[in-house]
């Protein structure tokens, strides 16, 4: 499904695509366009409605237009920065409307590419310049543990033993819910304690801290990707 900000969020549009049933907080407030929707039994049904499909197919007289064609348009429409800017107001009060381009084939084919791009983020190419302490063994435990990254200017230091560097400029650009995905993995991924309870929130728990390494490599690569993806988004036509 597509996940963009919603009416009374206080940041700038931005949308994000799940395969799996999302926390409702995840964006908030948010909405939500699935691809498909299940009945009591299991049964897949399209989202998309008949009438949308056939609205499509009439305006490009193109009867092999298919529901999944149309839900990867949306989600590129969702990151053409034209779209954003002549919207931005509209999109900050009232659920979004797309528009019939003349670019509908270009811009579902790029949708796609950038949703799986998203989609696959674990699995992605890692970043590789990365300077390590070479005292240490990387072999060792905790050696991969995270306790809380700084970054400065091109560079992240990760932990003790372990430095990102080289980080393209660009890839702070993208953005999702007010902030660079990098930054949102450097705010999330640290040890933290809630003031009330004193329980610790320990990123290394979940995976060991080599994931959350790896995890921060490959989101720098996926934003230097979605930011050339975005780039030849826009420059074609959403309207």
């Not at 964006?27 to 366009?33: C, E, F, G, K, L």
């Not at 490009?60 to 990151?79: L, N, P």
């Not at 381009?101 to 970043?127: I, P, W």
């Not at 050696?143 to 980080?167: A, F, L, P």
Request: charged content about 25%; overall charge negative; aromatic content about 14%.
């Amino acid at each position: 499904m597509v996940i963009n900000t919603g009416v009374g969020n206080s940041k700038d549009f931005s949308a994000l695509v799940s395969d799996f049933i999302s926390d409702y907080s995840l964006i908030s407030p948010n909405q939500a366009y699935p691809l498909y929707y299940y009945d009591d039994l299991g049964n897949r049904y399209n989202a998309i409605s008949g009438y949308a499909l056939n609205l499509f197919r009439r305006h490009y007289k193109d009867d092999s237009i298919v529901e999944e064609e149309i839900f990867y348009y949306i989600y590129a429409v969702f990151h053409h920065k034209g779209y954003l800017e002549k919207y931005k107001n509209s999109l900050a009060k009232e659920a979004s409307r797309i528009a019939l381009s003349e670019d509908f084939k270009e811009l579902s084919v790029l949708g796609k590419e950038l949703a799986e791009l998203h989609l696959n983020y674990e699995n992605g190419e890692m970043h590789t310049s990365v300077e390590y302490n070479l005292l240490e063994n990387a072999g060792m435990e905790g050696y991969y543990d995270v306790v809380k990254m700084t970054k400065k200017g091109d560079r992240i230091q990760y932990n003790n033993h372990i430095t990102i560097t080289q980080i393209p400029k660009k890839a702070f650009d993208y953005v999702v819910n007010g902030k660079s995905a990098i930054d949102w993995v450097i705010e999330r991924y640290s040890i933290t304690k809630d003031k009330d309870s004193l329980i610790e929130n320990n990123p290394n728990h979940y995976a060991g801290g080599q994931y959350v390494f790896e995890l921060l490599c490959r989101v720098i690569n996926l934003s230097v990707k979605s930011v050339d993806l975005i780039e030849k988004i826009s420059e074609k036509r959403f309207e």
